[in-house]
């Protein structure tokens, strides 16, 4: 793996136009961010898409945040990790996605933000596929036996990370 950025995309999901220069301008204009995140719509079968009414004002998110919000929130981010673009460095120093059956994208959302700020873009950055055969639909990945479990691993990680590194991990863009 090379580059300076990690962009998370699932092989069913779309990018929209222009998402992957927001994501660069956005590194670019706030050097101190590990992390950005956009608007998602889900894109339905019939081809209708669906978006949320509980997305953040655009711009800077404070470190620590995103996790307070999904703490408050039955585990439901303020942003979307499946528009998550990570530094490389950043993604490495955390360990990479959690060795999970399902959420290996909120674990690595959430890590990241408890010890990076991040940013928040308002355009629409991601169409979200839902679909019969979504796995992570399927009836086995929300059982509360399970579901839970994978919820509190998380929320683990995230809280281990803030409390071991109070003062968050230090970002240093390429040169």
Not at 7 to 24: E, I, P, S
Not at 42 to 70: C, E
Not at 85 to 107: F, K, Q, V
């Amino acid at each position: 793996m090379t580059g300076e950025y990690v962009k998370v995309l699932d092989a069913d999901d779309q990018l929209t136009a222009g998402a992957l220069a927001r994501d660069n301008a956005a590194f670019e204009a706030h050097p101190h961010i590990g992390w950005t995140t956009s608007r998602v719509l889900d894109l339905m079968p019939d081809g209708s898409t669906i978006g949320w009414d509980k997305d953040p004002d655009g711009g800077p998110i404070s470190r620590g945040a995103v996790l307070a919000f999904w703490q408050a929130n039955g585990y439901r981010a303020q942003v979307h990790p499946a528009t998550l673009c990570i530094r490389r460095d950043l993604l490495l120093a955390l360990g990479g996605w959690m060795a999970l059956p399902a959420s290996e994208d909120t674990g690595l959302l959430l890590a990241a933000s408890a010890v990076s700020a991040g940013y928040f873009a308002r355009e629409h950055g991601l169409l979200y596929r839902k679909w019969p055969g979504q796995v992570t639909s399927q009836a086995a990945r929300r059982a509360p036996v399970e579901y839970e479990g994978r919820m509190r691993i998380i929320e683990a990680r995230a809280e281990a990370l803030a409390s071991m590194l109070p003062n968050g991990l230090p970002v240093t863009p390429a040169i």
